[in-house]
């Protein structure tokens, strides 16, 4: 288990480099041969966009892991040891509950909910399924020819992969709460460690 989770780091570090890697490269690209060369592909800018989509739904399962997202905890601070443990594992609860809904939310149905349908798994499936290309890209004329359009299945693989990445990431920091290995599922008292860490800067 170690070793796979290990193997999950890795790949999801690499890919968030490999991401921001082809969004300069692309950018750059484009900037020079739209001023030097005056051409340019004309789908790089939602290329790009695309990319920065993946970025986001990666570095959201990415800021679990390493506790950096932002969050306010000056309330439950005030609450005893044991009530501010049973906070911090609801709120960890409560993103689980979030990340596997917007996967799938057929699961809601059960409480006699109607609208417990769709999902991103059922969003990425249809344009599986139908094959849809995305208007605002197209494919390198060269390599696929003239009016080949990125399958929109491929630019919205990334949904739930994402959402998955994300409940494992959450389902990790709620069993490190649980256990005592970590405080909560965000970052705390960011503005008291900045402070702590430059204050012989604000003395001098």
Same mark, same amino acid.
């Given at each position: ?10 790949? *999801?570090?690499?890919?968030?480099? +490999? ?25 790089? $800018?939602? %290329?790009?966009?695309? $990319?920065?989509?993946? %970025? ?20 439950? @601070?005030?609450? #005893? ?24 939310? *057929?699961?809601? #149905?059960?409480?006699?909910? /109607? ?19 995305? /208007? ?12 080949? @359009?990125?399958? @929109? ?9 994402? $959402?998955?990445?994300?409940? %494992?990431?959450?389902?990790?920091? $709620? ?6 290995? @970590? *405080?909560?599922?965000?970052? #705390?008292? /960011?503005? /008291?460690? +900045? ?10």
């Amino acid at each position: 288990m170690k070793k796979l989770s290990r193997i999950i780091d890795r790949l *999801e570090e690499d890919f968030i480099a +490999l991401l921001l890697g082809l969004m300069v490269l692309i950018t750059f690209s484009q900037v020079v041969a739209r001023y030097v060369f005056n051409s340019g592909w004309g789908s790089a $800018l939602e %290329l790009t966009q695309v $990319l920065f989509a993946w %970025l986001i739904l990666f570095g959201m399962s990415y800021g679990i892991k390493r506790g950096i997202h932002l969050g306010v905890d000056i309330l439950i @601070r005030k609450f #005893s040891k044991p009530v501010f443990k049973a906070c911090t594992i609801f709120g960890a609860l409560a993103c689980i509950v979030y990340g596997i809904t917007f996967i799938s939310a *057929e699961w809601i #149905s059960l409480f006699g909910f /109607e609208s417990g349908k769709g999902g991103a798994w059922k969003y990425w499936k249809l344009f599986y399924d139908t094959g849809f290309g995305m /208007e605002a890209i197209s494919l390198p004329e060269f390599i696929y020819g003239p009016d080949e @359009r990125l399958p @929109r299945w491929v630019a919205y693989l990334m949904l739930p992969v994402g $959402l998955a990445l994300f409940v %494992l990431r959450c389902v990790q920091a $709620l069993y490190a709460i649980i256990t005592g290995k @970590r *405080e909560m599922i965000i970052a #705390s008292h /960011e503005a /008291e460690e +900045l402070v702590e860490n430059n204050k012989n800067i604000l003395a001098d």
